[in-house]
Each structure stands twice: as structure tokens, then as C-alpha cells.
């Protein structure tokens, strides 16, 4: 069976949220132009707390998502997500519209927070934690539905880590994160064709290695 866009989108592990729980969060906000955001981002800037709680709200699922598909913790995750916005709230007003957007500003933000997590447990093993967080999506029932969502999650999770490290940043920025392949090679430092090309060549791989699981290869 095939890897669809929409089917690695969804599967992608949530941690302590669900994937429905993160869109409509996003679904909730309205969704600006580019000059609105321009704006907004500059209102943040100026101390403004309502463009500041707008940019939490509408990109916060995204990093979270982005983060516990890189960590496979949930608690991680929320960590990296709350350094990365407390990051943006002390740069924003120095942020400047120079060929990258905010949306690539924030991500490359977030990839180094998780980048100092991952260091930070090297150093320190006793943070190591393998977390689905379905306990806290089931309100603390191990449900049926929930421990399927874990298996399948971890499975895919094994998936991503078997490929290579830039088609698997590849994969978690466009479907985690939520980027265009242009935002995408701005936070990899990659032309928006070769970020294609990577897609490709990873939905490709993924779909390879799901068949052999599934044959028993």
C-alpha cells in the first residue's frame, strides 16, 4: 500500500495532542496575507500582546508537531516548543523581511532547539524518554484506539529514522511543520527544487520499506 501526502501527514507522531486537536487550533485562526502577517509580525515587534498571542496560537501546534515528530518525546517537545517561542518573543523586533519569511525564521529556531535537546541528552542519557504521551489522549485510559495510534506512530517513527537525515528533515518540515518547499529550503539552505527532490526521493523510500514490512522482506 502507498504513502500518501495526506496519510504521512496524519500519522505523524502527535505526542500529547492528536492531529485533529492541532488543526483545529489552526482552523481557528483566520488565516492572514502576506502583508498581514508582515504586519503582525511587526506589531509583535512593538510589544503588541495580541499580535504576539496570534503568532503563539496559530504556530505553536505547528512547532509542537514539528518538535515530538524529531524527539519521539512529548515533554521534550513541549520544552523545545516553549524555548523556540520565547526565542521569537526576544528576537521579533529585530527580526527583518529579507528574503526569508517568519515561517522559515521560526523553524530554523525550532531545528535548533531540538538540535540543543538532542546535544543536552547526549550529555545527560537519564533524560532519554520514549513517550507516545497516549496516556495523556486517552485522559489517562489506555484505550484500544489509543495504544493503536502509539504502535502505529512508533512504526512510523522507526520508518523516518531509516532514512537519510535530510530527507527525514525534509519530510518533517513539510508535514510536521506545515512549510512550502520555498520555506523549507530556506530553513535548510536548499533551493525549493532540490527540497522537492528530497520529498520525493524519502516518500519514495518510505513507500519501499512500508512494502517490505508488510510482505515480510
Known sequence: MGTSDKQLSTALPLGGRNAA???????????????????????????????VSWLFEQYHPRVYRYA??????????????AEAFTTVVRK???????????????????????????RRRARDPIELREDSGFE?????????????????????RALLER??????????????GELSADEVGQVMGRKPNAVRQLQFRALEGLRRRMGEEQSGG
Open 163 to 176: 532514512l537519510p537525515a535530510d530527507q527525514r528533515e525534509v519530510l518533517l518540515l513539510r508535514f510536521a
Open 21 to 51: 486537536e492541532a488543526s483545529s487550533v489552526e482552523r481557528s485562526n483566520k488565516a492572514l496575507s502576506a502583508e498581514e502577517l508582515e504586519e503582525t509580525v511587526r506589531r509583535a515587534g512593538r510589544g503588541d500582546e495580541g499580535a
Open 92 to 118: 521579533v523586533a529585530s527580526f527583518r523581511w529579507r528574503g526569508a519569511g517568519f515561517e522559515a525564521w521560526l523553524f530554523r529556531i525550532a531545528a535548533n532547539a531540538v538540535v540543543d535537546r538532542h
Open 68 to 81: 515530538v515528530a524529531r524527539l519521539g518525546n512529548a515533554h521534550d517537545a513541549e520544552d523545545v516548543a
Open 136 to 156: 495523556e489522549r486517552a485522559g489517562g485510559r489506555e484505550s484500544d484506539q489509543a495504544l493503536l495510534d502509539a504502535e502505529r506512530g512508533s512504526e512510523l
